[in-house]
């Protein structure tokens, strides 16, 4: 079995680190400053696209990635928490299957989180935005975690929390299991997958179950 995290939401906390990059980027360019809320709503999103959606002229864009990835860098391990079971999830599922993530968030960055947690270790790939021309909700990501593991006769599931991680499974034709730990509501995830679980450790319980009954 092969299964691919997404971080945001399904294994990692970083609602804090990410609201301060977005306010202080607009500090740095004197832009209106967009709610947290508003902010919150778009995560799983490139930031590229956030950025857009908040209204920053598409001509200053990429300067606020920019400034954003600067600040996001200095404060990323300090603002950012393992969220409630993951470690458990991804040290679990580890003891049967081969592990992968695949996230929206800067890949570099993500790395150097997952080495922060200790966790690093445990997985084969890291995709992360800069290795992709289509994040999700394209099929790409995944398709590209998926060259690094033998796939042949094993079943592949993507667990994440947003409707992005689910339907960039379904179009890259993996299973799917989306968890409430993260920023989409169970509404909003259940017309893009059967299975809506609390969070990854329940869906690696779940997958086991699967895992053990077949084997």
Not at 2 to 26: K, M, P, V, Y
Not at 147 to 167: A, C, E, P, R
């Amino acid at each position: 079995m092969i299964i691919l995290f997404d971080l945001d939401g399904t294994l990692i906390d970083s609602t804090e680190a990410i609201l301060e990059s977005f306010h202080n980027s607009f500090d740095v360019h004197k832009h209106m400053h967009s709610s947290d809320d508003a902010i919150k709503a778009l995560i799983g999103h490139p930031l590229d696209v956030m950025y857009r959606e908040l209204g920053v002229d598409e001509e200053l864009i990429m300067d606020f990635v920019a400034t954003y990835k600067e600040h996001y860098r200095k404060i990323s391990t300090q603002k950012t928490i393992l969220l409630e079971n993951a470690k458990e999830a991804v040290n679990e599922a580890y003891e049967f299957a081969s592990l992968g993530i695949v996230t929206t968030k800067t890949g570099k960055y993500s790395q150097v989180l997952m080495e922060y947690f200790e966790l690093m270790d445990k997985f084969d790939v890291l995709i992360g935005r800069e290795d992709v021309k289509k994040p999700k909700p394209d099929a790409e990501p995944i398709l590209k975690a998926l060259q690094s593991f033998d796939t042949n006769d094993k079943d592949v599931w993507m667990i994440g929390d947003t409707k992005m991680d689910l339907i960039s499974a379904k179009n890259a034709g993996v299973k799917s299991i989306g968890v409430l730990s993260g920023y989409d509501t169970k509404d909003s995830l259940k017309p893009h997958s059967d299975i809506i679980l609390s969070d990854s450790l329940e869906a690696v319980l779940y997958l086991k179950s699967l895992y053990t009954s077949h084997s």
